[in-house]
């Protein structure tokens, strides 16, 4: 089962230091990029992300990156 591309392009999000995020990696929450429960069911589960410093960070929306969590620009080919 592939992913949904929730979006063709990266989720800016200012992220906090200490902080654990949830990365959806379905495409199907409702609550993008992070997870709302909608993957229960499939083989997909969230990706945790942990905060190393407080900073606006990428997140992938499209589903497709190869580094991680993190967009690598990988919509672009979309």
Do not use: R
């Amino acid at each position: 089962m592939q992913a949904k591309i929730a979006q063709k392009a990266p989720y800016p999000v200012e992220v906090v230091a200490g902080q654990s995020y949830y990365w959806c990696a379905c495409g199907q929450s409702k609550k993008q990029p992070f997870c709302d429960g909608s993957h229960q069911g499939s083989s997909f589960m969230p990706t945790k992300y942990d905060a190393a410093e407080t900073k606006k960070v990428y997140f992938c929306g499209c589903k497709q990156s190869k580094n991680g969590v993190l967009c690598d620009g990988s919509h672009n080919a979309l």
